[in-house]
T-cell receptor, first 116, second 114 residues
């Protein structure tokens, strides 16, 4: 199946700093990628849809100025958590569909963010 | 409002038996429903997709049923093994666009005991 890779897998930062998470499709080109957040024992919550070459579409309640998404190429989307606070600590997961394939999403391994 | 409900309590099954997980949804008529497996600290892995006009779908030891009248999907693992222990998520494309992100249930934690 298609491979989606995330980096870093774990990051610890101080409150107030910014953290960038990368999501790459390794063996296919993804015009659309999705960013999810998952708190412990909770469901994955869609944060935003990342569109190559255009602005991301954010879900209701997600601050676009806090969670900056850049989809600069067909294989890379980045999520930057700006001025991170402890409540932003979570598991962030990206996913992508293979173009033309109506089947399920392929997910990255996830990135565990801990803000001290 | 639209909701996806899974039994969030852990399900303990003895090795070799069939595990059955339930996904119910309300206020929506999805074109298809998907099941994923998630291991601790990992991203979900796609397992099966079933369309609204399909009653049943199989893949190796996995079977999914989809009852659009009951608004329910059942996910079965036959001849269960300890390696099947994980959290299983059902997901819907609630906006029906096909290009949108999915909405997930909370998942059911399945434990297969040797």
């Amino acid at each position: 199946g298609a491979v989606v890779s995330q980096h870093p897998s774990r990051v610890i930062c101080k409150s107030g700093t910014s953290v960038k998470i990368e999501c790459r499709s390794l063996d296919f080109q993804a015009t659309t990628m999705f960013w999810y957040r998952q708190f412990p024992k909770q469901s994955l919550m869609l944060m935003a849809t990342s569109n190559e070459g255009s602005k991301a579409t954010y879900e209701q309640g997600v601050e676009k100025d806090k969670f900056l998404i850049n989809h600069a190429s067909l294989t890379l989307s980045t999520l930057t958590v700006t001025s991170a606070h402890p409540e932003d600590s979570s598991f962030y997961i990206c996913s992508a569909r293979v173009p033309g394939d109506p089947l399920g999403l392929f997910f990255g391994e996830g990135s565990r963010l801990t803000v001290l | 409002s639209q909701k996806i409900e899974q039994n969030s309590e852990a399900l303990n099954i003895q090795e070799g038996k069939t595990a059955t997980l339930t996904c119910n949804y309300t206020n929506y008529s999805p074109a298809y429903l998907q099941w994923y497996r998630q291991d601790p600290g990992r991203g979900p892995v796609f397992l099966l997709l079933i369309r609204e006009n399909e009653k049943e779908k199989r893949k190796e030891r996995l079977k999914v049923t989809f009852d659009t009248t009951l608004k329910q999907s059942l996910f079965h693992i036959t001849a269960s093994q300890p390696a099947d222990s994980a959290t299983y998520l059902c997901a819907l494309d609630l906006r029906g666009g096909g290009a949108d992100g999915l909405t997930f249930g909370k998942g059911t934690h399945l434990i297969i005991q040797p």
